[in-house]
């Protein structure tokens, strides 16, 4: 991927996540006025992308879904009522292949059951997220390279889950993340350096199985609140950016259709819990009071605390409540099983125009043999020149406890 500046000097940290700016924002501002657009901003953005098939094809929802391999990113408190006693994922997801063909999404997660009544679970997981190549220089002026980089994002993380009761758990999670996009402007002498924070994730998950009829059914619901942590900086502390902390409520409804077949359906709401910046549009910037006024609230942004902005961001969108309810992204979707050996799945995933506009229709499907699974989702935005169109997303993964048994079976 090469980037280019207009006037005689290298490209500014901004231009390099441009494609990112872009994906996020989905054109939603062409839609509506420019007044009314107004999403929330965040640091590494990428940590809010489904690294997985499975989800994705049910329009990005988790919260309460079936554990699997995958559960961390979604709700890691679903360990603790894993089928298996252990298992592995690997998830790819090329970014933005309309545009480029050197983003992608790599994802590793795993997750082991301690103890003999498997009530508890340790979990871990690795996402890196490339940004390609990047060649900065002034081609306008027909100058040569300046340089090339190669930024990246990754985060590792490790997990704790355990039953409280039959029917609930919970689990917490600790994570590094590296946000590394440095460069260094020559002409300017100005540079960029690598970011790092730490985060928490606390979630919980309810599981019962209520008999409707003759048939036995399953309802679920699950929380999650991620990325609970400190701020990052890009410029020597300069200026800092929240995590995209993220809290997301979900259910699911799963009963069967007949025998060996079954039907889920599940619901997720999220909302980033993150203070709205201050815009200079919501001040009246022709009176020194409205100038003040700006400049002491933009202060109070660039000085609060990610606490403190957990609780202020449920009141302090410019649009009072009616906005704060833009905010939340619905998603919807379905997974049809037959003998848990084939799945379909589909689902909708909705965001407010004026929060990113980040609309799209979910189609996946799954094939189970013995300990391997392997999952593909494909999406289809409502908006034909939205970059996130046609994203595909692949997932393998391994039961480990069958593996073992079938690796001890060959050996005796």
Not at 17 to 33: T, Y
Not at 71 to 86: E, I, R, T
Not at 328 to 333: M, N
């Amino acid at each position: 991927m090469k980037l280019s500046s207009g006037t005689r000097h290298i490209v500014t940290f901004p231009c390099i996540l441009a494609a990112l700016i872009f994906a996020f924002s989905a054109n939603a501002q062409n839609d509506i006025k420019d007044e009314d657009f107004n999403p929330v901003n965040t640091g590494v953005t990428t940590l809010s992308i489904t690294p997985d098939a499975r989800g994705s094809g049910m329009g990005n929802l988790g919260a309460a879904t079936d554990p699997d391999m995958n559960s961390q990113f979604w709700n890691p408190s679903k360990y603790a009522f894993a089928y298996s006693k252990g298992g592995l994922a690997i998830s790819y997801t090329p970014w933005l292949r309309k545009i480029v063909n050197d983003i992608f999404l790599a994802d590793l997660t795993g997750y082991w059951k301690l103890g003999s009544n498997d009530n508890q679970a340790l979990s871990a997981s690795f996402r890196y997220f490339s940004l390609g190549e990047v060649t900065m220089g002034d081609w306008d002026s027909g100058t040569e390279a300046v340089q090339t980089i190669n930024p990246y994002e990754f985060a590792f993380d490790i997990g704790y889950s355990r039953k409280l009761s039959e029917k609930f758990s919970m689990g917490v999670v600790l994570r590094y993340i590296l946000s590394d996009l440095s460069y260094e402007d020559t002409y300017s002498g100005e540079t960029n350096t690598a970011a790092s924070a730490f985060s928490v994730d606390l979630s919980g998950y309810y599981v019962t199985y209520p008999m409707i009829g003759r048939n036995e059914c399953q309802f679920a619901w699950g929380f999650d609140i991620s990325n609970i942590g400190t701020k990052v900086s890009y410029d020597h502390g300069a200026n800092y950016a929240f995590l995209p902390t993220n809290l997301r409520l979900g259910t699911q409804f799963m009963f069967p259709l007949a025998d060996y077949n079954t039907l889920a359906i599940g619901l997720d709401l999220n909302k980033l819990l993150v203070p709205t910046m201050p815009r200079q549009k919501d001040y009246d910037m022709n009176t020194i009071e409205g100038q003040m006024e700006y400049e002491e609230a933009k202060e109070k942004w660039e000085t609060m605390s990610p606490i403190t902005g957990i609780f202020k961001s449920f009141s302090d969108a410019p649009g009072g409540f009616s906005e704060e309810l833009k905010e939340i992204t619905v998603s919807v979707g379905a997974e049809y099983a037959y003998n848990q050996q084939f799945f379909g799945r589909l689902g909708y995933n909705y965001e407010a125009a004026s929060k990113g506009g980040r609309s799209y229709f979910t189609f996946g499907a799954g094939f189970s043999l013995n300990v391997l699974r392997l999952d593909a989702s494909y999406m289809l935005a409502t908006a034909q020149s939205s970059p996130l169109d046609q994203t595909l997303r692949f997932t393998l993964t391994f039961d480990m406890e069958g593996l073992q048994d079938l690796l001890g079976k060959k050996r005796r």
